[in-house]
């Protein structure tokens, strides 16, 4: 019984990061590891600046307001 709300928490806050637009750089590691074990994963700096440019349009493709 633990482990399945050890597993419901993990969920819920995995959700209310993205609902508040925080990506998760834990599961972009693990999936890096898992499905491309060849490469380095990103900096946490470099992943959270990629994931908000791609959220808001970067410099070159957002709104201006």
């Known amino acids: 019984m633990f ?3 050890a597993k419901a928490g993990r ?3 995995q959700t209310a990061r993205l609902m ?3 990506p998760d750089y834990d599961n972009y590691v693990e999936h890096m590891r898992l499905n491309h074990p060849d490469q380095d994963p ?3 700096e470099a992943f959270f600046r990629e ?3 791609a959220r808001y349009g ?3 493709g957002g709104r201006c307001c």
């Open 3 to 5: 482990e399945t709300l």
């Open 11 to 13: 969920y819920l806050g």
């Open 20 to 22: 508040v637009g925080v």
């Open 42 to 44: 990103m900096t946490y």
């Open 51 to 53: 994931r908000q440019d």
């Open 58 to 60: 970067g410099k070159n």
